[in-house]
């Protein structure tokens, strides 16, 4: 695995848990009826939702990691 691939790899799983905690955050505040808060939740989620689309098409378009014969012959991309 390429030192790209491992920087775009450790972001989005950053991102992903981001996401988790303030979707956690957002159950939270909806439930209190704290409406200024929930914007803000949701304001956040929604950025950051886009900067995971757009790590996972640079991810998509990063080079392959190099595959072992086995992984070739069963079809296997690990």
Do not use: C
């Not at 030192?3 to 972001?11: F, I």
Request: glycine letters at 6%.
């Amino acid at each position: 695995m390429t030192d790209q691939t491992k920087k775009l790899d450790s972001e989005i799983a950053s991102l992903e848990a981001s996401i988790a905690e303030k979707a956690a955050s957002l159950k939270v505040a909806q439930t209190g009826w704290n409406d200024w808060r929930v914007g803000n939740l949701r304001a956040a989620i929604g950025h950051e939702q886009v900067l995971l689309h757009s790590l996972m098409q640079r991810t998509a378009l990063a080079p392959l990691r190099d595959k072992r014969s086995t992984a070739i012959f069963y079809g296997s991309n690990n």
